[in-house]
């Protein structure tokens, strides 16, 4: 099993990016596909849940309106779109995947976690 970001980068405040996630050695059948990030000093923190058996989004309230989760099956890829950027977003992000659960039950702990790709807000 292989998950690889890419996409980060430096943008400047409003700004917006979109990361990419390719899976490999899994297929998107049953899974909560999942961006988690992690700020110097701070703990990793989950930004979006994707479950793919019932097609349930969920977003914590600091990124709610401005990042969007999604999936193209074809290509076992899973984005992050990130629009109106602020400083406080910088941080490494991280793909990650829990087999066989939905995002209306809980946060992921996932069983595979990509290498993390760095965005940084600029103010």
């Known amino acids: 099993v292989d998950l690889v970001e890419s996409g980060g980068g430096l943008v400047q405040t409003g700004g917006s990016l979109r990361l990419s996630c390719a899976a490999s050695?899994?297929?998107?059948?049953?899974?909560?596909l999942a961006w988690f990030r992690q700020a110097p000093g701070k703990e990793r923190e989950g930004v979006a849940c994707l479950s793919t058996s019932d097609n349930i989004r969920y977003y914590p309230e600091s990124v709610r309106g401005r990042f969007t989760i999604s999936r193209d099956n074809a290509k076992n890829t899973v984005y992050l779109q990130m629009s109106n950027l602020r400083p406080e977003d910088t941080a490494v992000y991280y793909c990650?995947?829990?087999?066989?659960?939905?995002?209306?039950?809980?946060?992921?702990?996932?069983?595979?976690w990509g290498q993390g790709t760095q965005v940084t807000v600029s103010s």
């Open positions: 050695g899994f297929t998107f059948d049953d899974v909560a």
């Open positions: 990650a995947a829990e087999m066989d659960l939905s995002c209306s039950i809980r946060t992921p702990v996932p069983d595979y």
